[in-house]
């Protein structure tokens, strides 16, 4: 969305960056990690870093910031509120009961999916928790929302870009990846074998709603066995299309 510059709020904007800093790999900065990782000058970020801590969204020693639990206020509304985690959320129990394996719902938000929706306790394991973020080249469920892109918007998404490579197994070449997207692209799926952290590996369908809008993708992080091309087509893939089908017009 696009809004007019006298509507926009740098500060607010400044104070998000900061927030958006924290991650699993960066679990605690001070103003100088925090200011690079925002792209904002050392003395800005420390002032929103004790905003944040006054405000009771990071906790602090009073060098190093935290996050604190007041976060989760946010994607716990989202989460109780929002259509697509409601609505998933029953099939993804489903699917985990009948074959013991972790499935999840993704979106995409920029260069990174976010799991909105999983079954069980099982993705803990792989420490793919609910609201994780993932990078999207380096994952199922990334490659298939991004084949759900134009031609001419994966184009965008793709210019001047640069592909962590994340385990010695990731797809780092932009030529190679544009066609591996392709790929998924015809397929209508993507498999993803420790290409974001080893001994992950994963199956990923695309969610539809009833315009044909890809608004989510749906996997399962399973092992390497179940991902041989015969065994997925036969057991995993299918379940995977057939819940996708189903809840289609919940979507």
């Not at 099939?91 to 069980?120: M, Q, Y």
């Not at 780092?172 to 952290?197: G, K, N, W, Y």
């Amino acid at each position: 969305m696009t809004i007019a510059h006298a509507d926009y709020i740098a500060g607010m904007a400044k104070g998000l960056a900061v927030l958006e800093s924290f991650d699993t790999q960066r679990q605690r900065l001070n103003a100088t990690l925090a200011a690079e990782r925002a792209g904002l000058t050392r003395a800005a970020a420390r002032r929103h870093l004790l905003t944040l801590a006054h405000l009771g969204y990071l906790e602090t020693d009073g060098s190093w910031f935290w996050l604190a639990p007041k976060v989760l206020r946010f994607s716990g509304s989202y989460l109780a509120t929002a259509r697509l985690p409601r609505a998933v959320q029953p099939t993804l129990n489903r699917l985990a009961g009948l074959t013991g394996e972790s499935f999840s719902a993704v979106v995409l938000e920029g260069d990174h999916v976010v799991i909105v929706a999983r079954s069980g306790s099982a993705l803990l394991a792989y420490g793919l928790h609910l609201g994780a973020r993932l990078p999207a080249h380096a994952t199922s469920t990334g490659r298939v929302l991004l084949a759900a892109k134009g031609r001419t918007e994966f184009s965008a998404w793709m210019k001047g870009r640069e592909l962590p490579r994340l385990t010695g197994h990731t797809v780092a070449d932009p030529r190679t990846f544009r066609a591996l997207i392709d790929e998924v692209r015809r397929q209508d799926f993507c498999m993803a074998s420790e290409e974001h952290e080893l001994g992950v590996h994963a199956l990923a369908v695309p969610l539809r709603d009833m315009d044909g809008r890809t608004i989510a993708a749906l996997n399962v992080v399973t092992t390497r066995q179940r991902l041989e091309p015969r065994a997925a087509q036969k057991d995993l893939l299918p379940l995977l299309q057939e819940a996708a089908r189903e809840l289609r017009p919940l979507l």
